[in-house]
């Protein structure tokens, strides 16, 4: 990729065009890679919450709060949580979700995997950038009463 180096003709571009292909490019290799170890981006959402609640977690719970990350809808949640249920990845008790051995197995394996996922993302930017660049990105949304969350 070319990047402008001209200042005054850079902050003339425009931020929805950017921030979508920034959006585009990352998800879209994200999801490549995920694949690779087997598991859509819903699915590693689940395994990722249910490897710090050893206790479990509610399913529809679990369900409702995942369904805002990148607007993927409670019912797409409830999808992916069957389908790790069924390649028994998490089991379900009472409505109750825990991940199986086999799940946690995974989960480890593309912790590391999205590891590697994000230093690919971020080579080359120093934290001290990447923190500016989203609150600059969250000025943004805030300015035009827009919202966003990310735990």
């Known amino acids: 990729m070319d990047y402008s180096h001209d200042d005054a ?3 003339q ?12 490019a990352v998800v879209t290799y994200i999801r490549a890679r995920l ?3 087997g598991l859509s981006q819903p699915q590693w959402w689940v395994l990722s919450q ?3 609640s050893p206790g479990g977690r509610d399913r529809a719970e679990l369900a409702d709060f995942l369904q805002g990350y990148l607007k993927v809808g409670t019912l797409t949640m409830l999808d992916e949580i069957d389908t790790l249920i069924a390649r ?11 991940l ?21 993302i971020h080579a080359d930017i120093p934290d001290e950038e990447y923190v500016r660049t989203l609150k600059v990105l969250q ?13």
């Open 139 to 151: 000025r943004m949304i805030h300015n035009v009463s827009g919202t966003a969350w990310h735990h």
């Open 9 to 11: 003709g850079l902050v």
């Open 88 to 98: 028994d990845l998490v089991a379900e008790d009472n409505g109750l979700l825990t």
């Open 35 to 37: 694949s690779e170890v």
């Open 13 to 24: 571009q425009p931020i929805g065009y950017w921030a979508w292909a920034a959006h585009d």
């Open 50 to 52: 249910l490897v710090t």
């Open 100 to 120: 199986t051995p086999e799940g946690t197995a995974l989960q480890a394996k593309a912790a590391i995997h999205q590891t590697d996922v994000r230093e690919t």
